[in-house]
């Protein structure tokens, strides 16, 4: 059963009346399906008209949706023949970033990314996809040797940011996501990133410096929460909708700032509606782009990877 967000009250109520219809129906001998096909009809058409019309802050919900599908969702239903790989060979291993060799369609990539988790249980196991030192030395350690393969990187960015706790301070948190976002661009094979979720501060450019950055259709990348950024400009957290707005955080918005490449549309209601839907998708795009990179030669990657960043917030 999805759980329905704020702004999405409205449709709940419509849905509850189906519900209680649909059990008036099955109890009795009352002949009332015009009415919930009427009814359903007009709960599809407020949705479709509610998510054509999202707010930045409203797309921040969506992004953050506990039943929105995550890295170990698209594992299961666009790659197969998944190897996992753990640990850095300097501290251990780091469940917040998971990554391994896996198969997408019939081509073999190293697949990369961050894992929330969607129960308690696995949401703290996973720290709630917030990567320590140790997760982004990892996933340098998984694109060397995609590298020395020759296989293309594929990574799933979902994050609110790496983990600012002392710990992963005292192990050189700034110096690994530096060197992740480094050896990201120093890539000699193609690297197509995805934000399927949020794409949050540092932890989500250190797996996002890709010659392709896509976007699904609800995700939000930025510098900084929006309630982040509202508390440090307005000394409120209850201003991150304004902020949310001033930052240009979708994927419309970051498209046409040409900070990403390519918006992968979602199911109707979002992804965590329709996770087969959007799993669907996100492979015929991933596909499309894998194969248009392949034609390229090691330095015209690099050299294209280098252009990309540098041209962003030029004139």
């Not at 110096?175 to 976002?181: L, V």
């Not at 990133?193 to 392709?212: F, T, Y």
């Not at 000394?235 to 992968?264: F, H, N, P, S, W």
Request: charge should be negative.
């Amino acid at each position: 059963m999805v759980s329905y967000l704020e702004f999405e009250k409205p449709v709940a109520a419509l849905d509850a009346r189906i519900s209680e219809l649909r059990a008036t129906a099955a109890e009795g001998d009352l002949d009332i399906s015009a009415d919930i096909a009427r009814l359903e009809r007009k709960s599809a058409d407020l949705l479709e008209s509610t998510y054509k019309a999202l707010t930045p802050w409203q797309k921040t919900q969506v992004a953050r949706h506990p039943q929105r599908p995550h890295f170990v969702d698209y594992v299961e239903k666009v790659f197969t023949d998944f190897v996992p790989l753990g640990g850095d060979r300097l501290y251990g291993e780091d469940q917040a970033i998971v990554g391994g060799f896996a198969t997408l369609g019939t081509r073999r990539v190293m697949l990369i990314g961050h894992e929330k988790g969607n129960d308690t249980a696995s949401r703290i196991k996973h720290n709630f996809g917030m990567g320590k030192p140790e997760g982004y030395r990892k996933a340098i350690r998984l694109m060397e040797l995609a590298g020395r393969f020759g296989l293309p990187v594929v990574t799933l960015v979902d994050t609110s940011g790496a983990f600012p706790g002392v710990e992963a301070e005292e192990r050189g948190q700034a110096e690994a996501i530096a060197r992740s976002t480094e050896a990201c661009l120093a890539l000699p094979v193609p690297m197509v990133a995805v934000i399927v979720g949020e794409g949050g501060s540092g932890g989500a450019v250190a797996l996002a410096s890709a010659e392709r950055v896509l976007m699904l259709e609800h995700a939000v990348y930025s510098v900084i929460s929006p309630e982040g950024c509202a508390s440090i400009l307005w000394r409120t957290a209850e201003r991150a909708a304004d902020a949310a707005e001033a930052m240009k955080v979708t994927a419309q918005d970051l498209l046409g700032l040409k900070v990403i490449d390519r918006i992968v549309s979602e199911p109707v209601g979002g992804a965590h509606r329709n996770p087969d839907a959007a799993s669907k998708a996100l492979a015929k795009v991933l596909g499309e782009e894998l194969d248009a990179l392949a034609k390229l030669d090691p330095k015209k990657i690099i050299l294209r990877r280098e252009e990309r960043f540098l041209a962003i917030g030029a004139e």
